[in-house]
């Protein structure tokens, strides 16, 4: 899922590109992606784009007479563009959108079966508003805020990091990044964190979205972002299960559920301690393994 990094850098270029041009045509193929039906797409052809944002994950067109297009891209939408007079770009059966510019072609992708994307076309800054799950950008936040906005609620540091309620913008990938960074288990709760735990897990969440950010732009420069995916080789943890963490050289660990998973070091982390896999600690029970040493065994073990 594109987070605030990868978003950011995509409304940059939007910008750049659709300020002050006018909609001529619209074409929405994928029937759920529509989430409105006044104002209409087709009302949007003729007006031109007088701005372009971010809000969390989403990406809000604004054109004239105050219409709104509001984006949010969810796993795996993704976007391309073709500038004015080039052909353009070729989407087969995952293209669920087209928005012909006089500047050029946005093409909405999304890959899969699973079709979660969702476009709003909303009328007033109060319907765009409405759309905004109400989470701090994090990169703006004070400490005090910051700590403020992800104990109005007792959770693991996973679920608050990536709650749009808390922080506007986190998802999965930067999640596992911004623990990893903090020494933090991603499973340790919200209410357990001391002043000092408090201040590196601020520090970690403005260094790994600045750093990421900033290396995106410099990934794209001129050139409309197509490299847009969650798992990248530079990053430390995230997608990296069984590889050498970059710090200590310790084996990454994940924790799997439903169709995601957590990526992390227990030797930075946990104090080396494994953290339970529901799934399979439900089928090891006493058996599963609580430390690396302890997993190390069972491997030996198992190739004997």
């Not at 899922?1 to 619209?26: F, N, S, W």
């Not at 357990?192 to 950010?213: F, I, K, N, Y």
């Given at each position: 899922?594109?987070?605030?990094?990868?978003?950011?850098?995509?409304?940059?270029?939007?910008?750049?590109?659709?300020?002050?041009?006018?909609?001529?045509?619209?074409r929405v193929s994928q029937p759920n992606l529509l989430r409105t039906f006044s104002p209409a797409p087709d009302d949007l052809v003729g007006r031109r784009v007088t701005g372009v944002e971010r809000m969390g994950k989403r990406i809000v067109l604004s054109f004239e007479d105050d219409l709104h297009l509001v984006l949010h891209l969810m796993i795996a939408g993704r976007l391309r563009w073709s500038d004015a007079g080039t052909l353009p770009v070729k989407t087969g059966k995952i293209g669920s959108a087209v928005l012909a510019f006089s500047s050029g072609t946005l093409v909405l992708t999304e890959a899969g079966t699973q079709k979660r994307a969702a476009l709003h076309v909303v009328a007033g800054r109060e319907a765009v508003r409405a759309l905004d799950a109400g989470g701090i950008e994090p990169l703006g936040a004070t400490p005090e805020a910051f700590r403020a906005a992800l104990s109005s609620e007792n959770h693991t540091l996973k679920r608050a990091l990536t709650d749009p309620r808390f922080l506007a913008g986190i998802g999965n990938a930067y999640s596992d990044e911004i623990l990893h960074r903090a020494k933090?288990?991603?499973?340790?709760?919200?209410?357990?964190?001391?002043?000092?735990?408090?201040?590196?897990?601020?520090?970690?969440?403005?260094?790994?979205?600045?750093?990421?950010?900033?290396?995106?732009?410099?990934?794209?420069?001129?050139?409309?972002?197509?490299?847009?995916?969650?798992?990248?080789?530079?990053?430390?943890?995230?997608?990296?299960?069984?590889?050498?963490?970059?710090?200590?050289?310790?084996?990454?660990?994940?924790?799997?559920?439903?169709?995601?998973?957590?990526?992390?070091?227990?030797?930075?982390?946990?104090?080396?301690?494994?953290?339970?896999?529901?799934?399979?600690s439900r089928l090891l029970k006493s058996d599963w393994p609580r430390t690396l040493e302890e997993l190390e065994e069972m491997k030996r073990g198992s190739r004997a």
């Open positions: 899922m594109p987070e605030l990094p990868d978003v950011t850098v995509y409304v940059e270029h939007l910008a750049r590109r659709l300020t002050g041009a006018a909609l001529r045509a619209v933090l288990s991603p499973l340790k709760q919200v209410k357990q964190l001391d002043d000092a735990e408090w201040g590196r897990l601020h520090a970690a969440t403005h260094a790994v979205l600045t750093e990421w950010t900033e290396r995106l732009r410099a990934e794209a420069g001129e050139r409309f972002p197509e490299k847009v995916t969650a798992f990248r080789k530079e990053m430390a943890v995230h997608g990296k299960h069984g590889k050498p963490c970059p710090v200590c050289g310790s084996p990454v660990q994940r924790i799997r559920y439903a169709s995601n998973e957590t990526n992390y070091c227990a030797t930075c982390q946990t104090g080396g301690r494994l953290l339970a896999d529901r799934a399979l």
